[in-house]
């Protein structure tokens, strides 16, 4: 059992925003308890909580709404587009299973069971009407991180000073969603700034980990990270500028997809920097599933969502080949191997996790393993960690200043990673570091491109790299510091996908003995580690391709984990 | 008979811009005087010169040199390729014509008389030893716009305090085409800042028009446009960030593609202003043939560009199926046609050239002609102004303090049109300017989605847009202020492609009698336009397609001029 509380303290003060936070948690509790009445006094009857608050849902949920929600995205649209599933009953199902997650892990902004059921029966009337679905997600639940804006809902980001806000349109993305026949039924929670990759903020406090309610669900997409780590949702919709579609999907062991910028829609998305283009964020899906992150992409790039929103790449979602070469009817794949990043050792079940998949990749058949050497990824971080933060965080500061709100310790640990010491900077400095990030997206193209040639083989250079997805597992709450192993590839704007490995076992996962930290950074990462305190954390890697070979990374994942 | 000068002023003041200016202009002279020894005395013997000077090859160079740089660049390469030209003949012949160019139009920054006859050398000798040619390009002379970097060489961009800067590399785009094959002969000139729809700096002087000296080349890759359009070359590589390939292109008659944003390689551009994104250049071919510009952008992108210099888009060129639909056996292309842009009403030869494209199109089978009514051109003005000095101008006239020189007429008309009065901006003010762009872009896409429903045919929305490439022909020098309608396609990031229809008749081209201008602007360009002044200036068009269909405006064109 556990100290943690269910749910963050009430905030009690009364400046205007912990008034706008009662507010805020009192409208969310209460769509909480129209979806499932009296279920916060049945949980709070139930006394402290283990840490792994996974296996709960079988004691209060019936078995066929337990069946419907640990039923991959492809399964359901199948089922659902067969008639073997209602759409209601679907709705219902990861209504009730969210409404339960944000009673254990506070993943939830407000829970949309009018709306949802609602849609479902508009969708099934749609079928028996016309003894067809009305699209490729027909009945499926998708849930929403609440930065991305939903018609006449809240809109704050997590800010209190924007408690009040309301989305005057919807998301380009949520309507594409729509049409292709989705139900939206949950919108989650984001730390403050969106930039922790923990979640975190004043309106609805502290999102923790399903698996070990300890850790962190990480971020910023916490929120969906939780609730689907909890099948309170099978397909969700994240951001991700440093790590926080990836984050949550490995601290939970989800499938999750950071696309290279420009592809998926973005318009609707709500944030204080909008505009800013030193580096850009991308939006994309956490799922239980690699179709589930498959069968969103092929949806959104299907409407071509670059005619209606120009700043998107004019380019369809392109698997009707493959992208490897074929060699006795197999698919030749290189795979660089990089098993830290020069900076920071990842933990003991990190390394496992390398070793397991390295082990069983070696024997595959056209499978080629090859070093991968990291190309400065310290100074990766000086730059992106400057370009995330031109103005020197004034934007930020006035924001939460607005409502009198704290700014919290992991923003104001992202706030310090900018060398500028708070400065904001002039045009002509933002374009030399502009000029920076060029030089290393260039210097790291050379290193690829040398990588290949080194090896023997011009016609075929390494295809992807297998790597952490982060220097641990989820780690406890207000340890999330160190970002490289995602922010590297925002910086150079790859595609990464991460996926579940296996899960932290103390008894395997012991420290080891000869461990020697290479850095300040490294000594404090081992030191956070204990085994016992990460007991049931899932563990996840990461692969990675190069720019815009997002189909590339989709396919290497698909056809490399039947060896896993 | 006219009053202009061969060349500009010699700078005779001791500042230490004038004294860089002479020591750049004696280099220029003597590449020049190398070339061809005696042509400048030669030249100067003549007299006044004619305001068009495009016959006065025929009366001093040899018939067979006019034969080969009159051919187009398919030709050039197809008759290398088969070893029915030399290489080193038809270098001789191109440097000889750009030293002609340089006497009568002051286009040329430097002559490369050793390096090409070197290189062209190389290639004949490749030719006889394997038979066939090194690349695509083989033995094809190729001038490039002096801010392009070439290694060792000057890498001014037209300032005088960087007259003493050489460059370190070569761009990227000049490796990819010499290893194509192509053969670097000339560099030409830009005007201060690069930022003029015409060509003067304080290095060079006044770049003039071949067709008429006493109206402007454009620019600002006005020194390929003028050599080009002299037939001392026969493709060049220009740069665009507001009408800057087109221009020059439309002035002088030729063939210009100002393709999607980074498609073609930028590495190795010089300019003050480098890590700016808000609106960003764009690299394009400039030739005396479609064909020309074709093999240009199909031989950059068969290099993949982008494993080299990650910030392009990783996407081939895409003609391997047509863009249209097919009806008939006849692709079906639906052309949008605008007349004027709703601001400023083009002068009367422009009117007759869209009349008679018009005219012949109306009888197409398969090419629909429909209205194309401009969305808020005006506004679009204001945004790109400002978002092309978002420091105020402070780097500019920086860089003009360095040396001293005076920051020129036409620099400080682009300067005066941004509405911040020469403020920096924050970044906060730099985000909210780069939202009103974006806000535009999906205006406008919409506009052109909904444009497409009025004519009740969703499936096939308006394919291009026809519009004139400027408010007249090349105009007199210091004359050329209306950049919308080049720079609206920049802000919007389409694809456009600039060609030539006819010439100034003065006797056809009387202003209407029942002219009324719509506001100062169109007054003001109105009144500048005299059927005489404007005698043998090339009339050109443009075609419009939308962003990242490079390939469709090509092959609409392509299909099209057979029509014209």
């Known amino acids: ?31 909480v308890e129209q979806t499932w009445p009296g279920l916060h006094e049945t949980v709070l009857s139930w006394g402290p909580l283990p840490r792994n608050v996974t296996s709960l849902p079988k004691r209060i949920m019936s078995e066929r709404e337990i069946v419907i929600t640990e039923k991959t995205p492809e399964t359901l649209v199948a089922e659902l587009a067969q008639g ?79 408690a009040e806000r309301r989305a005057e349109e919807n998301s380009h993305i949520l309507d594409i969603l729509w049409n292709a026949g989705a139900v939206f039924y949950a ?14 903020n004043n309106l609805t406090g502290v999102t923790v980990n399903p698996f070990n309610r300890d850790l962190t669900c990480g971020g910023s997409s916490g929120g969906e990270g939780a609730l689907i780590g909890f099948r309170g949702s099978c397909l969700g919709v994240g951001t991700d500028i440093g790590g926080s579609i990836r984050s949550p999907c490995a601290n939970q062991g989800l499938y999750g997809l950071r696309p290279s910028a420009l592809r998926l829609p973005l318009h609707g998305k709500g944030a204080i920097m909008l505009g800013n283009e030193s580096i850009l964020g991308v939006i994309g899906p956490m799922s239980t599933s690699l179709e589930g992150v498959k069968l969103f992409v092929k949806t959104i790039l299907a409407a071509k969502p670059w005619l209606r929103e120009p700043s998107l790449l004019a380019m369809p979602w392109r698997d009707d080949v493959s992208h490897f070469p074929s060699q006795n009817d197999r698919p030749r794949i290189r795979v660089g191997v990089m098993w830290n990043d020069g900076v920071v050792q990842p933990h003991p079940p990190i390394r496992r996790a390398m070793e397991t998949l390295v082990q069983k990749l070696e024997k595959v058949d056209g499978v080629e393993l090859v070093p991968w050497k990291p190309y400065k990824h310290a100074e990766a971080w000086q730059i992106i960690s400057q370009l995330y ?21 992991m923003t104001e640990w992202i706030l310090s990673q900018n060398k500028n010491n708070g400065r904001v900077l002039t045009p002509s400095e933002i374009w030399t570091l502009t000029r920076r990030r060029e030089a290393y997206r260039m210097e790291y193209a050379d290193h690829w491109n040398q990588t290949a040639t080194e090896t023997g083989d011009e016609a075929n250079p390494v295809d992807v790299i297998l790597c952490p997805a982060g220097p641990g597992a989820a780690p406890p709450h207000g340890h999330a510091r160190y970002w490289t192993y995602t922010a590297v590839w925002n910086l150079l704007d790859y595609p990464a996908m991460v996926f579940p490995v296996t899960a932290v076992d103390p008894e395997l996962d012991q420290p080891a003995v000869d461990f020697m930290a290479m850095n300040y950074e490294d000594e404090w990462n081992s030191r956070i580690y204990k085994p016992e305190l990460y007991a049931d954390a899932p563990v996840s890697l990461q692969l990675v391709a190069r720019r815009h070979q997002d189909e590339k990374v989709v396919e290497a994942l698909e056809y490399l984990q039947q060896y896993f």
Chains 1, 2 share one sequence.
């Open 1 to 31: 059992m556990t100290q943690t509380k269910i749910q963050p303290e009430t905030p009690t003060c009364n400046g205007p925003c912990c008034k706008a936070a009662r507010k805020y948690c009192a409208h969310r509790d209460a769509t």
């Open 84 to 162: 073997e599933l209602k759409s209601v009953d679907v709705a219902r199902a990861f209504l009730n299973r969210a409404a339960l997650a944000q009673e254990l892990v506070n993943c939830i902004t407000e829970l949309l069971p009018d709306e949802a059921l609602q849609r479902a029966q508009q969708l099934d009337d749609y079928f028996q009407a016309h003894g067809k679905p009305i699209g490729p997600l027909h009945g499926l639940p998708i849930s929403v991180k609440e930065h991305m804006a939903m018609k006449d809902k809240t809109h704050d980001a997590g800010w209190c000073a924007w």
């Open 187 to 200: 919108r989650t929670t984001q730390p403050q700034a969106l930039m922790q990759l923990e979640t975190d």
């Open 389 to 409: 933060y031109v103005d020197g965080g004034a934007t930020l500061r006035q924001t939460a200043a607005e409502s009198g709100e704290l700014v919290l310790p």
